[in-house]
Antibody
Framework: EVQLVESGGGLVQPGRSMKLSCAAS????????MAWVRQAPTKGLEWVAT????????YYRDSVKGRFTISRDNAKSTLYLQMNSLRSEDTATYYC??????WGQGTLVTVSS | DVVLTQTPPTLLATIGQSVSISCRSS???????????LNWLLQRTGQSPQPLIY???KLESGVPNRFSGSGSGTDFTLKISGVEAEDLGVYYC?????????FGAGTKLELK
């Protein structure tokens, strides 16, 4: 069974950093591209970043380019999202997803002073 | 960016009623490889999104066949033939034909 479990969320001050993790199991992680999607409170879904199966290619939405870094450790079957210079508008539940067919339960990031 | 416009924003239905949700794209979602990367997702209250339909009309494994998807180019529809209580929630269309991937604003299905 495919499982994606996010962790690392919480309360963080504006301008600070946070790193999210997504532990994958139930499939050969190194064979699949992965993505992060976020959802601000009471809002819709918003794609954040995608990484290729081997980590060689990464893609970001404009509003996070230069601040967020998506990465992966295929030996650990884990996806990451390093978030720097956080802003209040980054407040959201962050989901990792495999192909938009499998989703984790999400981890809430709140950016507030 | 591709804009996906979903209508209606809210849908009131009774159990057993058939309903449809429209998703219109600001540009054609037909990829140069011949595929149309238009998916539908359902997010129940307090839950993660779950996939329903991919490539316009293909049902994800385990999805009841009362769900169906249709359309082409810029105009797509999700139909539920006989709403059940477990179908309540917010439905999203999404595309990944064009970078960046984008989502519609959602259609909330509620009981009348």
């Amino acid at each position: 069974e495919v499982q994606l479990v996010e962790s690392g969320g919480g309360l963080v001050q504006p301008g600070r950093s946070m790193k999210l993790s997504c532990a994958a199991s139930g499939f050969t992680f190194s064979n699949y591209g992965m993505a992060w999607v976020r959802q601000a409170p009471t809002k819709g879904l918003e794609w954040v970043a995608t990484i290729s199966y081997d980590g060689s290619s990464t893609y970001y939405r404009d509003s996070v380019k230069g601040r967020f870094t998506i990465s992966r450790d295929n030996a650990k079957s884990t996806l990451y999202l390093q978030m720097n210079s956080l802003r209040s508008e980054d407040t959201a539940t962050y989901y990792c997803t495999r192909g938009f067919a499998y989703w984790g339960q999400g981890t809430l990031v709140t950016v507030s002073s | 960016d591709v804009v996906l416009t979903q209508t209606p924003p809210t849908l009131l239905a009774t159990i057993g009623q058939s309903v449809s949700i429209s998703c219109r794209s600001s540009q054609s979602l037909l990829h140069s490889n011949g595929n149309t990367y238009l998916n539908w997702l359902l997010q129940r209250t307090g839950q993660s999104p779950q996939p329903l339909i991919y490539l316009v009309s293909k049902l994800e494994s385990g999805v009841p066949n009362r769900f169906s998807g249709s359309g082409s180019g810029t105009d797509f529809t999700l139909k539920i033939s006989g709403v059940e209580a477990e179908d309540l929630g917010v439905y999203y269309c999404m595309q990944f034909t064009h970078y960046p991937d984008t989502f519609g604003a959602g259609t909330k299905l509620e009981l009348k």
